[in-house]
């Protein structure tokens, strides 16, 4: 009797350790999915700098907006190790060599953007929250998307380029002002979509 007991026990205990894994990692897997489709959607060139413009940039906001910052950081280092692994996740279907590429520094600083954005963001609107309290969500999304997504990833991907190509540092970040207009863009839509779905979901 003690045995099938002891049995029935760690089998409900697997299946809650099985639930449990499901419940904190499917979110994760998600949004690495999606930033490998937001890279295979397409690419737009930008005279001037090697690195082109993807939607990539607005799914990682996404994920630091939406996801815990355990969820968002895990979600960014799967990405990045499918891409390390030779799986072609990057933009142009690129994989290992992007991470040592012009493109590199970006990559890498997706995974500390995320962090920062997802710990910087603050509390989620309510489901019963009014017009006023969704709205300052919003703008506490923007500035955290806009700190980590922006000036932290900007940062990574300014300096790793300048080292690799040899460019000056001014030379690189006034390349890519197209870059950060873009996503400043970016950091408006997902911030507004996340406030809105936030509150849907509560």
Known sequence: MQTSHTTASNATTTVSFTRRLIAVSWKPVMFAALLWLASAAGEIPIPGTPVPITLQTFVVMLAGLMLSWRQAGSAIALYLVAGAAGLPVFAGGASTMALVGPSAGFLIGFLPGVVVTALLKGKAATHAAGFAETALAAIRYFAASTIGCVVVVYAFGFLVQSAL????????????????AGDVVKAVVASLAAAGLAKLGR
């Open 165 to 180: 190509t040899g460019a000056p540092l001014a030379a690189v970040a006034l390349a890519s002002m197209g870059f950060v």
